[in-house]
């Protein structure tokens, strides 16, 4: 035997192993021990023909990042208005008198609005809409002693602290894409981070309300609350469908009034406050702009299969 010979004796089994010209071709199928001829992590230089680089990777432009950013804005700049309206309510420099009024003025122009914007909105649908109002504010009138006194043995510290807390986890789950919104008004599958959103703002809400003198007090207070976080994502998406400019308008006009009421407040949360609406309009899309490029997305042959039947009579 010459020594050629005796190499290729010694080579271990299917290691250099070279597909003959009469060998089965490779076919990528699930288990490739059941092909004769081949090892099971067997590839042929066919197999990365498939491989697709960044198939689904969105190309976003800065610009249009930082205007679609304007709706997080406005709805800060809603929330902390209503922190605002808390502050001189406890600070008795609202009484229940412009409270009522301010109930009044938010409810007339949220229906103006979507009178205006609405597509299809019929009398029988308009006479729902304000029957339920009216057994709305009727049960929370009838609750409203219930509030009053709802956290009577709980220290104050422990209130503001926790709707603090409640506050944030409200801004943190909301849906600000208002892909629960439909018009003329109703609510298409809220998700359940939505449902946890809008319960920790009525829970804190009801928490502020319990801290005011009187109960007209509460019965007002938590109604302008309820108006602003249940009708506000409502009317700023049917200014938003309306007219995309009226919507920019708009939350512009929101922050330039809500940093001078903050500014009047403390100088320290118009500092903080304006922080928020730079990172948000600004630092956020730059962030979300670099990061793209960083983006490695793979897919190919190994992917998992999608069945397909093709059913045939």
Not at 38 to 61: C, G, P, Q, W, Y
Not at 202 to 214: D, E, K, Q
């Amino acid at each position: 035997m010459d020594v050629g010979n005796e190499e290729s004796v010694r080579m271990e089994p299917g290691i250099g192993r070279r597909s003959s010209p009469t060998q089965s071709k490779w076919r990528k199928v699930a288990y490739g021990g059941m092909q004769p001829g081949f090892e099971d992590n067997h590839t042929d230089e066919s197999f990365l023909e498939d491989m697709i680089m960044n198939a689904s990777v969105v190309k976003r432009d800065f610009l249009k990042v930082m205007l679609d950013s304007v709706s997080i804005s406005q709805y800060v700049c809603i929330v902390a208005l209503v922190v605002l309206a808390w502050t001189y309510t406890l600070r008795s420099t609202f009484n229940e008198n412009s409270l009522m009024l301010l109930d009044v003025i938010l409810l007339g122009a949220g229906f103006f609005v979507i009178l205006l914007t609405a597509e299809m909105l019929s009398f029988d649908l308009l006479l729902s809409y304000i029957l339920k109002i009216f057994f709305f504010i009727t049960g929370l009138y009838v609750l409203s002693p219930i509030y009053h006194t709802l956290t009577r043995s709980i220290s104050s510290d422990s209130i503001w602290a926790l709707t603090a807390s409640l506050l944030v986890l409200h801004l943190f789950l909301h849906d600000y894409s208002g892909s629960t919104v439909k018009a003329p008004g109703a609510l298409e599958n809220p998700t359940f981070t939505r449902n946890i959103s809008l319960n920790a703002s009525i829970v804190a809400s009801l928490l502020i309300a319990s801290r005011l003198p009187s109960r007209l007090h509460v019965f007002a207070i938590v109604l302008f609350s309820l108006q602003v976080f249940l009708f506000a994502p409502l009317v700023s998406y049917c200014i938003k469908k309306c007219s995309f400019r009226l919507h920019l308008c708009f939350s512009f006009g929101l922050m330039a009034a809500t940093l001078f009421f903050v500014y009047r407040l403390h100088a320290l949360l118009f500092v903080l406050l304006s922080g928020v609406l730079v990172f948000v309009n600004l630092v956020g899309p730059y962030w979300l702009i670099r990061i793209q490029e960083y983006k490695f997305e793979i897919n190919g042959p190994w992917d998992e299969a999608k069945l397909c039947f093709n059913i045939t009579e």
